[in-house]
Structures are given as structure tokens and as C-alpha cells.
């Protein structure tokens, strides 16, 4: 089955403690993106990357790194996560010049 | 990316036909109209594309004048499952900054029984 699996879908930390969620896609899509939904200011995407190792930043990059290593792959790297940053987090895969994104199901995360 | 608006909430009951009308008067030549729905706690769903004229898939149909300052996604006959966010989405299909989607605040539909 066609997917993007993030994990994990839901997360509580504290402050300052570096986190990663990961995304892989089994569709061989060339596009990966990162995006954040919060209450009243929809979805908002954090990095993209074109292809392995061509990554670049999104509307609200700040306090976020990726990495795009292998094709399936791109992690979000919370490197000192704070509480500004809890939030709902969705990874998603579009085939270069296709149609349709594909999106992940979600990563709740509380930064207390 | 061109702008888009649409109308914040809509309420329909089931069985009805609901439209939903994007406006987008920038809207450049190479750019196609891409809707999304995304249910409450779940990443957004690819809906219906088009460019001009009428689209029609198993699951709803958009309607784009001739001047494609606008667009209306049609939902025939609504159930309660059908309650969800739909985002009208106005750019070219891909472009070279592989900058993927840009999404506005959406329409909430709420379907009642």
C-alpha cells in the first residue's frame, strides 16, 4: 500500500530535550515536505527537499532541521524543542511533476 | 503563488449538494486548482485537480470559468462522513523549487443529519 508513515504519532517532552520524527514514504516520490498545523493558522510548511540531499527552508524553518539522506526518508530534527513548537506535524510525498501529495498521518507533539 | 478565498464554514445536511467557491484572481497561466480535504486530526487528502472547464471523479467535480478568476467544488449528495476541512490550493502542479503546497485557511463543512 502507498504510504507515508511518520513516527511517532504522538509525543510529550520536556524543554530543551533534542527529538526526531521520522518520515518515510514507499512511493519513490522525489518531493518531501514537513508542515505544521496550529489552531486558527492552518498548515504551514517548515522544510522541503527536492531529491536526496537538496533540502530548503519553508515558511517557519526556525528551530528546525532536516536531513534528506535516502530517497524514503526525512526525519524533522527538534534540536532544543520548546513549547512554541507544540504543535501538530504532518509529513508529506509528491512524485516530481505529479499530481497528488501524499500525506502522513500525524505527529502530535507537547513541548511542556 | 496566486491568493486564494474561500468561505470560512459552510453547513449543508445529507443528501444535499454542496459547492464551494474559491476565488483566485491572480491566478498565472501555468497554474492549476487543486482542492485537499483534511478530516480532524489526520493529514490532508488529495480531492480533485483541474485547469479549465469541468472535472469530474468518483468523488466530486470542479467547475472553472473561462476566465479562471474562480473555482467551485461540487459534492453531490453529502453524508456525515463528508464533514471536514476543504482547501482550495492555486499554484503550478510542480515547480522547480520543488516547493510543494501552499495552504490557506480552508472551509470547514459541517454536514448535519
Known amino acids: 500500500e502507498a504510504q507515508v508513515t511518520q513516527n511517532p504519532r504522538y509525543l510529550i517532552t520536556v524543554t530543551g530535550k533534542k527529538l526526531t520524527v521520522t518520515c518515510s514514504q514507499n512511493m519513490n516520490h522525489e518531493y518531501m515536505s514537513w508542515y505544521r498545523q496550529d489552531p486558527g493558522l492552518g498548515l504551514r510548511q517548515i522544510y522541503y527537499?527536492?531529491?536526496?540531499?537538496?533540502?530548503d527552508k519553508g515558511d517557519v524553518p526556525e528551530g528546525y532541521k532536516v536531513s534528506r539522506k535516502e530517497k524514503r526518508n526525512f526525519p524533522l530534527i527538534l534540536e532544543s524543542p520548546s513549547p512554541n513548537q507544540t504543535s501538530l506535524y504532518f509529513c508529506?510525498?509528491?512524485?516530481?511533476?505529479?499530481?497528488?501529495?501524499?500525506f502522513g498521518q500525524g505527529t502530535r507533539l507537547t513541548v511542556v | 503563488l496566486a491568493k486564494t478565498t474561500q468561505p470560512i464554514s459552510m453547513d449543508s445536511y445529507e443528501g444535499q449538494e454542496v459547492n464551494i467557491t474559491c476565488s483566485h484572481n491572480?491566478?498565472?497561466?501555468?497554474?492549476?486548482i487543486t482542492w485537499y480535504q483534511q478530516f480532524p486530526s489526520q493529514g490532508p487528502r488529495f480531492i480533485i485537480q483541474g485547469y479549465k472547464t469541468k472535472v469530474t471523479n468518483e468523488v466530486a467535480s470542479l467547475f472553472i470559468p473561462a476566465d479562471r478568476k474562480s473555482s467551485t467544488l461540487s459534492l453531490p449528495r453529502v453524508s456525515l462522513s463528508d464533514t471536514a476541512v476543504y482547501y482550495c490550493?492555486?499554484?503550478?502542479?510542480?515547480?522547480?523549487?520543488?516547493?510543494?503546497?501552499?495552504f490557506g485557511g480552508g472551509t470547514r463543512l459541517m454536514v448535519k443529519p
Open positions: 508529506a510525498s509528491r512524485a516530481q511533476g505529479g499530481t497528488e501529495a501524499f
Open positions: 491572480n491566478i498565472a497561466t501555468n497554474d492549476y
Open positions: 490550493l492555486v499554484g503550478p502542479t510542480y515547480n522547480n523549487a520543488g516547493n510543494m503546497l501552499t
Open positions: 527537499s527536492m531529491n536526496v540531499e537538496v533540502t
